[in-house]
């Protein structure tokens, strides 16, 4: 299993920024494909940005230039940076783990997508 904590939401006005981030669990964390994704009331879950074990970086085109993701293998933690917050970026963002291929380590199998339970981000006045 890899367990994921996230942290670092809460409230911020237009155009603030937030710096949230995800603790995981696990010996495996520096080879894996790690992401952000977010859902808003009655919308579906998207990505926002992911990094590879290797530090490559991909973002959704409506957060491109505010958001940075990253990541220190030497805690097992990832980034998110949210400069010029806007209202619609206000969700739930889920810290996702993505082992493909599988893995195998000192007897443990891990494969798939592993989830936080998310932490919430408002961009109001």
């Known amino acids: 299993q890899v367990q994921l904590v996230e942290s670092g939401g809460g409230l911020v006005q237009p155009g603030g920024s937030l710096r949230l981030s995800c603790a995981a669990s696990?010996?495996?964390?520096?080879?894996?494909?790690m992401g952000w994704y977010r859902q808003a009331p009655g919308k579906q879950r998207d990505r926002v940005a992911a990094i590879t074990s290797g530090g490559s970086t991909n973002y959704a085109d409506s957060v491109k230039g505010r958001f940075t993701i990253s990541r220190d293998n030497t805690k097992n933690t990832i980034f998110l940076q949210m400069n010029s917050l806007k209202p619609e970026d206000t969700a739930v963002y889920y810290c996702?783990?993505?082992?493909?291929?599988?893995?195998?380590?000192?007897?443990?199998?891990?494969?798939?997508?592993?989830w936080g339970k998310g932490t919430l981000v408002t961009v109001s006045s």
């Open positions: 996702n783990a993505d082992v493909d291929p599988p893995i195998i380590y000192r007897g443990h199998y891990y494969q798939g997508e592993y």
């Open positions: 696990g010996s495996i964390f520096s080879s894996i494909t």
